[in-house]
């Protein structure tokens, strides 16, 4: 299939492809008229790379897991070396390193619309750095 069909069939944009294929996350065959063709498989193996973006793995990790995937969620690695092991415990560790920072950033906001919510129901005029003021109090 072509580039064009391709994009539309995993809603990712003609020029994501061509980087993914630059990255060596894809392959595609040129035809004689120079225009790129991708295997059917490449529709599977686009989404499970979008997956893999979206759960905030670098494309250089994605290229060291993506052979080891026979399906969208499972990763097996037949005889996995401690390099794609460390490499992946890496990453496992700098996600949950970024769940916390978000858990801390929701915590506060959290904490911040209680105070704008109190001043309201007392019928305080609320600014930002008056609610502000309340959260850090």
């Known amino acids: 299939m072509r580039i064009g069909t391709l994009a539309e069939r995993t809603g990712t944009s003609r020029r994501l492809l061509r980087y ?3 990255q060596g996350l894809i ?3 040129r035809s004689a008229n120079g225009y790129r063709d991708y ?4 529709v599977d193996k686009v989404i499970q790379i979008r997956g ?4 905030g793995l670098p494309t250089r990790v994605i290229r060291e897991v993506l052979p080891c995937m026979d399906s969208p969620r499972a990763i097996r ?10 490499l992946l415990e890496g990453e496992r560790d700098r996600m949950t390193e970024r769940i916390r920072f978000l858990e801390r950033n929701r915590d506060a906001i959290s904490e911040y619309l209680v105070a704008v919510r109190e001043a ?6 609320q600014t930002p750095n008056s609610a502000e003021a309340a959260v850090s109090a």
């Open 20 to 22: 993914y294929e630059e």
């Open 27 to 29: 392959g595609s065959q």
């Open 39 to 42: 295997a059917e498989s490449c």
């Open 52 to 55: 893999l973006l979206d759960a």
């Open 77 to 86: 690695i037949s005889a996995p070396t401690e390099e794609t092991v460390a």
């Open 120 to 125: 309201q129901a007392e019928g305080a005029p």
